[in-house]
């Protein structure tokens, strides 16, 4: 196998890890319809499920490679033959599949978890691989707990795993203890100590106990890491995993410290990061990096100045870039229906006006109701209204986002006569206070 070392492999496992956090299970259908977002999102691997632990996760991984065929599909398995072999099963339509392998291989893991041998770990893993090999061509394996191996043993085994016919070789930072100068180092290690390792990918998936695992990442990359793990909002087993977008925005803002690429369109970081918030119910902190509802909000007035006499002053990225339609812009019961027929495109849906009248009903219904109608709250009324049969396709979203944002633009110049860009209006103001929407207004009050 030839490797890119350029090339930074983005496997998410929001339908996995992801998945297993407290509040976020999903169902099949709500799989499959957040599989083919990550498709259009343009990650390299999706990690649909591990089929041994229910029927649902056999289920959705079936329906995953069913729908989106171009990315590699992973599977998760014990080191364990019916592991292995459900795992193989629940491929069985995808173009691209991918067998997941762990074992642990900490001493703490081995003597209290599973009471096998280092020796009889190194047999497992060995075995376990020949056997995933025997159904796949791609096969990851993943040494638990591997931060707290002991780095000799943790040598041995990769070692033997790459002999059995592994293609891709993840360190999990299972228990997100370590720290980004020590995971470095153990990953230049490994490179340095294992025969073949040069053959194979390297991948780093850490956990966010100690709010380290973007940064832990970030180093395994620098010591050449070439896929990385993570979820989509950093959702994951107890205090989440890497966030994807932080680490695709990491890597493309700071191409100077890491000069890498990813096959990211970051344009649709936000599209995914509220399709999952409206599919789980679990809210985004409004502070997360990236996507979080303040991430480009600027009130401070000395912000608000330097932004207006160049938006490099404060705004390392735009909103534009990872698919944030004018945050700016709050809807609200006295929006009107250009500001939601607008949002709506920026979203990426597209309706006739007949049709928006529908949503604009339900939409003043619920803007009674709740103060603010929020991304994720409008998205909801969408599919409910019409499904998916709305939606655009991504290159005409890209024009409708770019002609979205100029009219923005004018919306704020008429509301703000004085030169005062949409992008600082007053985050509460509603879209419509101007009088030139007076006909509007009155357009479409006559459904309500
Ligand atoms: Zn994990």
Redo the contacts with the bound molecule.
């Keep these: 196998m030839t490797i890119d070392g350029s090339r930074i492999t983005i496997f998410d496992t929001t339908l996995r ?1 992801g998945e297993q956090s407290p509040g976020c299970s999903m169902n099949v259908q709500e799989k499959a319809r957040l599989a083919r977002q990550l498709d259009r999102l343009g990650v390299d691997v999706i990690e649909a499920g591990f089929p041994i632990a229910s029927d649902g996760d056999f289920a959705a991984v079936e329906a995953v490679a069913a729908a989106v065929p171009r990315p590699i599909i992973a599977a998760l398995a014990r080191a364990a033959r019916n592991d292995i072999e459900r795992a193989a099963q629940a491929l069985h339509a995808a173009v691209r599949p991918r067998i997941h392998v762990f074992l642990a291989t900490s001493d703490i893991h081995l003597q209290h978890k599973l009471r096998i041998t280092r020796r009889q770990c190194l047999e497992q893993a060995r075995a376990s691989v020949r056997l995933a090999r025997s159904f796949a061509a791609d096969v990851e394996f993943s040494p638990e707990d591997a931060t707290r191996t002991d780095p000799e043993f943790l040598a041995e085994v990769v070692t033997a795993v790459i002999e059995a016919g592994a293609t891709t070789i993840n360190i ?1 930072d ?1 228990v997100g203890y370590t720290v980004p100068l020590e995971f470095a180092s153990l990953i230049r290690r490994l490179r340095e100590r294992v025969r073949g390792i040069d053959n194979v990918i390297i991948s780093a ?1 850490c ?1 966010n106990d100690l709010g380290l695992a973007v940064a832990n990442s970030l180093a395994a990359v620098a010591a050449g890491a070439r896929q990385v793990e993570c979820t989509i909002n950093g959702i ?2 107890r205090a989440g ?1 890497a966030s994807l977008e932080e680490i695709v925005m990491a890597l493309r803002v700071r191409a100077d410290q890491y000069p890498y690429i990813t096959e990211i369109s970051t344009e649709q970081l936000y599209p995914t990061s509220q399709m999952l918030e409206e599919i789980t119910g679990i809210p985004v902190q409004p502070n997360k990096a990236i996507i979080g509802r303040n991430a480009f909000a600027h009130e401070a007035g000395i912000h608000q100045d330097g932004m207006l006499k160049n938006p490099l002053t404060y705004e390392i990225m735009t909103p534009q870039s990872v698919g944030v339609p004018d945050s700016k812009l709050v809807l609200g019961k006295h929006s009107g229906r250009h500001a939601l027929s607008l949002r709506c495109e920026q979203l990426g849906y597209h309706f006739e006006r007949r049709e928006l009248d529908e949503i604009y009903r339900k939409f003043v219904v619920l803007a009674d109701q709740i103060k603010h109608v929020l991304d994720h709250h409008l998205l909801e009324l969408i599919r409910e209204t019409y499904g998916e049969s709305h939606r655009m396709p991504p290159s005409r979203v890209e024009s409708e986002r770019a002609s979205a944002v100029a009219a923005g633009a004018e919306e704020g110049r008429k509301l703000f006569p004085t030169g005062v860009s949409s992008e600082f209006s007053a985050v509460s103001l509603p879209v419509n206070s101007g009088s030139e929407h007076h006909s509007e207004q009155e357009d479409y009050l006559w459904g309500v």
């Design positions: 890890d999990p299972t998936h956990h994951g087993e995993n």
